[in-house]
C-alpha cells in the first residue's frame, strides 16, 4: 500500500481546477520519481503473469494512455504497482490542443469530461522521455500511443500515423493506433471499413519493413470507441484480422451523456469517461470476443473504479484491463486491488 493515503491528497486536488490539478499531480511525479520519496505513492506490483500478443505481461492492470501524454511520469506512474503502461497519445508535432477550460469533473457520477485534444509536446520530446524511464528495463510492459495532428487533413492522416509508428517503434514493446478520441475533428471517421482498411493497410506494410530493420515485430493494437453498434464492432474485428493487427483496446472515452443528464458540465463538449463508461464498453467488449474469437488479445478500459468493475471487463472477454478516471477518484490503491482481484479470478 503507498505510504501517503490518497485520502489525504484528494480533497486538496479536487478543490483545483481539474486541469491545474492533473497539470501539479504530473510535475511533482516527475519531479520525485525515482527519489526515496516515490515511497509515497508506490506499492509492489502484484505477481500475475499473462502472456499476451507475444509479451509477458506482469499482471493484468495497466494504465491507459491520455494521463501522460508526454511519457514525462512512465517510472512514477509504473511505481503504483501496474503491469504495464500506455503513454501518448504522441503527434509528430507538437500542438496545444483545444482552448481552455477544457476538462471537468462530474463526481457524482465518477466521471471526467475532457476535450483536451491530443495536447502534447511532439514526437521528439516524447521519444526523449521514454529513453530516460527505466521502467521496460525492470520487466515491465510499455505501449506506446500514436495520432494525428489536427492539423493534418483527415485525407492525409495515415502519413501522421506512419511518421508516428516509425519513430515510437524501437522503444515500445507494444504501439497503440488510437482512431478513436472524440477531440481531434473527424478522427473517429477513420473507424469506417474504407478509412480504416487503408490506414491500417498501410501501418501493416510498414510495421514489416520495420520489423526487418530493427529485428523484431512489435505487436500493433488498434484503440477503438465505444460509440460503435454491432454492425460497425464486425466490421473493424474482420478488419484488424485482416491487416494482421495483434489487439484491439476497448475502449475510449464516450460522446453519450445519457447516463449524467442534468449534472453539471454534463453537457459540455469532449468525451465522458469514468463509471458511466463501463456498460458500453463491455458491450463492446463482449461484441468484439464474438466476432474475434478466443485467443484474440482485447485491452478494456472504460470505467473501472472498483476491483467488481475490472472483473466484469475479463468477464465480458477481455485478456487484461487499464484505468485512468479510476485512478483519479479512488488513487494508487486502486491499482493493486484491481490486480489481486483478477488474480483471483484464476
Known amino acids: 500500500m503507498p505510504l501517503l493515503p490518497y485520502s489525504l491528497a484528494r480533497p486538496f ?8 490539478a492533473h ?9 520525485l520519481q525515482g527519489t526515496p520519496l516515490a515511497r509515497a505513492w508506490s506499492s509492489p506490483a502484484v505477481h500475475d503473469p499473462i502472456e499476451l500478443a507475444g509479451l509477458r505481461f506482469p499482471n493484468r492492470v495497466g494504465l491507459a494512455a491520455g494521463l501522460d501524454k508526454n511519457a514525462r511520469c512512465i517510472d512514477g506512474l509504473g511505481a503504483m504497482g501496474f503491469g504495464f503502461v500506455e503513454v501518448g497519445t504522441v ?19 465518477h466521471a471526467l469530461i475532457n476535450r483536451l485534444g491530443f495536447n502534447n509536446d511532439g514526437l521528439d520530446a516524447f521519444l526523449a522521455n521514454v529513453k530516460r524511464s527505466s521502467f521496460r528495463q525492470r520487466g515491465r510492459i510499455l505501449g506506446l500511443n500514436i495520432g494525428k495532428n489536427a492539423a493534418t487533413p483527415i485525407e492525409d492522416a ?8 516509425e519513430g515510437v517503434y524501437p522503444h515500445a514493446d507494444y504501439v497503440t493506433v488510437n482512431i478513436s478520441s472524440p477531440n481531434t475533428k473527424n478522427l473517429r471517421a477513420l ?27 512489435v505487436p500493433v493494437f488498434v484503440k477503438i470507441a465505444p460509440d460503435l ?4 464492432v464486425d466490421v473493424i474485428a474482420a478488419t484488424l484480422r485482416r491487416h494482421g493487427m495483434d489487439g484491439v483496446i476497448a475502449t475510449n472515452t464516450t460522446i453519450s451523456r445519457e447516463a449524467v443528464q442534468g449534472l453539471p458540465y454534463a453537457q459540455e463538449t469532449g468525451g465522458l469517461s469514468g463509471a458511466p463508461v463501463l456498460a458500453a464498453s463491455n458491450r463492446v467488449i463482449s461484441q468484439l470476443r464474438a466476432a474475434l474469437g478466443a485467443g484474440f488479445p482485447i485491452i478494456g478500459v472504460g470505467g473501472i473504479l472498483s476491483a467488481e468493475d475490472a472483473v466484469s471487463k475479463v468477464r465480458a472477454g477481455a485478456d487484461v484491463v487499464q484505468i485512468y478516471t479510476g485512478l483519479i477518484y479512488k488513487g494508487p490503491a486502486l491499482v493493486g486491488e484491481v490486480a489481486s482481484a483478477l488474480k483471483r479470478m484464476r
Open 13 to 20: 486536488l479536487f478543490g483545483l481546477d481539474p486541469e491545474a
Open 158 to 165: 495515415t502519413s501522421d500515423y506512419l511518421t508516428g509508428l
Open 191 to 217: 473507424q469506417s471499413d474504407e478509412a480504416l482498411d487503408s490506414l491500417l493497410g498501410a501501418i501493416a506494410q510498414r510495421r514489416e519493413t520495420l520489423a526487418t530493420t530493427y529485428g523484431r515485430r
Open 229 to 232: 453498434d454491432e454492425a460497425q
Open 91 to 109: 503527434t509528430p508535432r507538437p500542438q496545444p490542443g483545444n482552448p481552455k477550460p477544457r476538462m471537468f469533473r462530474l463526481p457524482q457520477a
Open 23 to 31: 497539470d501539479l499531480t504530473m510535475e511533482s511525479l516527475a519531479r
